[in-house]
């Protein structure tokens, strides 16, 4: 029998309240994105609101490239490949799917079972990616740092081809077949055109809260100590007893799974996911995101995000000067931070007086 | 360099200046004809030594002689290509490094290895990343502390700002955090104020004291021959003499080779 005090003690109230905590952070996020959406419309017009919707599309691929390139400093410059990815995948369920179940895309009285199948385009976009990524990864972790970059640089090429390769998009529920299907109808050099927008902003800010909420769950666990002690020092990592093949392999693999998902929910915002997407073009908008940010910093890369994508936007008045303008931006940004807006913190621990890690030089020997 | 050059048969030398490590604890660490190279150069040309439990043992040497090779090998930091090493009995060459640490070995390498930019806090808490039992760990954090006070009053500094010194003592404190039963620590004087030299050496004393094996790298023969119970010295990737490491720090060779002949 245990005493009546260590009874009492274990029932603190955390832990009373523990199936109640557990969820807190889970519901934030569905408030962030029922909040976004009902105010975004009322702020701003109709154009901002797509706006919004590619801000959320990259905080997800931002924040999930920061899992490899920020915490685990590896660098990879192949992430718009698994983007690509999860766009072609996720519109392809999408799309596809309404084909074949309704015999239409994008009719409204669909609406329902549409959204329905977009989500199980995300979830499948991600294990693909994820899929994806395990195969790039476990071969090219063993390399190291140039080497890394230039295999995964080529890495998003290699899909950018296959994906000019695939053939002619199919438009009737006749022609869908499982054998047309096989040889991946996704038009080719053309681009995967009328997957229709299920993608609101809810949708996105709940997958990008989610995604930040996972991103700094993993930063604060064992296996984030684990990615930022290989960022570190591999040698001394080694000596705590971190696998380094094991560690990279896995921040590779989460960083494509959620490179998927920012990439399905992309197809669904009223784009045409084309081959371009996969190429490094795109892979260094989401490299720029991260770096400005800090590496390793998850809010850095949120507000990154914002930045670079209202940015443009902001200087259209500017017109053929603004990409000058947004590069000299960008020079001077890290010419005075070079470590990017929030180094490898968050932005809380600049406010938090308590947990603020001092920098102060010591005098003493 | 060293005197052990004057005579030329190998067989006669060894005899007359390498000595089993005799002593009462059970045999630790028996490392065995270890060859080791990196590509063309060859770093240990067939290394043997033995560490007794509860023992402190050093390995000291030049600069270039294999000392950080060795224990590279023994942690499993690199593959030998020749050799054999037991832990505990237990073969462990081969093994992966990381492997090491869950069988009670932690390595302290050269040049601290401490992780710049986290936290003194977190840097301890990677110590630990072997590891599961959270009440152990608490206790062994405790503990490591108290040795280290001043590591103590940086938990919230991060790492790389530390001086040279705390830096050292935040490599052992996080060492120590794995709970090793072998404790193998490079050069931990490298670039100290001799002053702060003193207060580790003690501190090693001290670990030992309580109950962890240790073999230590040195290059400041004096202050290691003067904690150490056994020495080997290490010339070119050869082990070129082992006695007790009073009998070593009193030797004409070992006086005129390592501690400026005085
Ligand atoms: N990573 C490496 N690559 C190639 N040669 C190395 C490497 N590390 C050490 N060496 C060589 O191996 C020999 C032993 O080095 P080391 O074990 O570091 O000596 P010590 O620690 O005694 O100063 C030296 O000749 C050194 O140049
Ligand atoms: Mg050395």
């Known amino acids: 029998m245990k005493p009546l005090a260590e009874h009492i003690r274990a029932i603190t109230p955390r832990e009373a309240f523990r199936p109640v905590v557990m969820f807190v952070p889970w519901i934030v996020c569905v408030l962030v994105a029922l909040g976004m959406h009902t105010l975004a419309p009322l702020v701003v017009d109709d154009y901002w609101v797509n706006v919004l919707r590619r801000i959320g599309v990259f905080i997800v691929a931002a924040v999930s490239l920061n899992i490899v390139n920020g915490f685990t400093g590896q660098f990879s410059m192949g992430h718009a490949g698994f983007m690509a990815i999860g766009a072609y995948i996720g519109g392809g369920v999408t799309y596809y799917g309404s084909l074949m179940l309704h015999g239409s895309v994008g009719d409204p009285s669909f609406q329902t079972h549409g959204v329905l199948l977009m989500l199980g385009g995300v979830a499948a976009a991600g294990c693909v990616a994820a899929g994806a990524g395990y195969v790039v990864g476990l071969p090219s972790l063993r390399l190291r740092g140039d080497y890394l970059a230039i295999v995964t640089l080529g890495f998003g090429e290699i899909i950018r081809v296959l994906l000019e390769l695939t053939t002619k998009q199919l438009y009737t529920r006749e022609e869908v077949t499982l054998g047309a299907l096989f040889k991946l109808p996704l038009n080719g050099p053309t681009g995967f055109e009328r997957i229709p927008g299920y993608a609101s902003v809810f949708w996105i800010f709940l997958f990008a809260s989610i995604t930040c909420l996972i991103a700094y769950r993993v930063k604060q666990s064992s296996s984030g100590r684990a990615f930022l002690s290989i960022r570190e020092d591999e040698i001394a990592a080694r000596a705590m007893g971190v696998n380094l093949t094991k560690y990279k392999v896995r921040a590779f693999v989460l960083a494509a799974f959620f490179g998927g998902v920012a990439g399905a929910l992309y197809a669904h915002t009223g784009v045409n996911p084309s081959p371009t997407d996969a190429g490094f073009q795109r892979s260094f908008d989401i490299i720029i995101m991260v770096v400005l940010g800090g590496l390793g910093s998850i809010s850095g890369s949120v507000l990154a995000a914002i930045i670079l994508i209202a940015l443009p936007e902001l200087l259209r008045d500017l017109q053929q000067y603004r990409l000058i303008v947004y590069a000299l931006l960008l020079i001077i940004m890290m010419l005075v931070r070079p470590q990017g807006l929030f180094g490898v913190r968050e932005i809380w621990d600049f406010f938090g007086k308590k947990n603020r890690p001092t920098s102060k030089e010591e005098s003493n020997p | ?262």
Do not use: W
């Not at chain 2, 290895?113 to 405790?142: C, H, P, Y």
């Not at chain 2, 290691?224 to 010295?233: K, P």
């Open chain 2, 1 to 262: 360099m060293s005197a052990a050059h004057t005579d030329d048969n190998p067989a006669k030398l060894a005899e007359q200046h390498i000595r089993p490590n005799t002593g009462d604890g059970p045999v630790m660490l028996q490392v065995s004809d270890l060859h080791m190279a990196y590509g063309a150069i060859r770093a240990l040309h067939g290394v043997d030594l033995t560490v007794r439990q509860g023992q402190i043992v050093t390995l000291i040497g030049c600069n270039g002689a294999g000392k950080s090779t060795t224990l590279r090998s023994i942690s499993g930091m690199c593959k030998p290509q020749r050799g054999k090493i037991t832990l505990e009995g237990r073969e462990i060459l081969g093994l992966p490094s990381h492997a090491m640490v869950r069988l009670g070995m932690a390595h302290s390498p050269e040049g601290r290895g401490i992780f710049a930019n986290l936290t003194v806090e977190e840097n301890l808490e990677l110590g630990a990343f072997a590891r599961r039992d959270k009440s152990g760990i608490a206790a062994d954090r405790e503990r490591a502390l108290t040795l280290f006070p001043r590591v103590r009053e940086r938990m919230k500094q991060m790492a790389g700002t530390l001086s040279g010194g705390e830096q050292q003592m935040l490599a052992m404190a996080r060492a120590l955090m794995a709970r090793p039963r072998l404790l193998l620590l490079d050069e931990p004087s490298l670039g100290l104020a001799p002053q702060i030299v003193q207060t580790i050496f003690k501190i090693i004393r001290e670990i030992n004291a309580a109950g962890t094996t240790v073999l230590l790298v040195e290059q400041n023969a004096h202050m290691a021959l003067n904690i150490a119970h056994f020495g080997y010295v290490l010339e070119v990737g050869r082990i070129v003499m082992a006695r007790p490491a009073k009998e070593l720090a009193a030797s004409d060779e070992v006086r005129k080779a390592y501690l400026g002949g005085h």
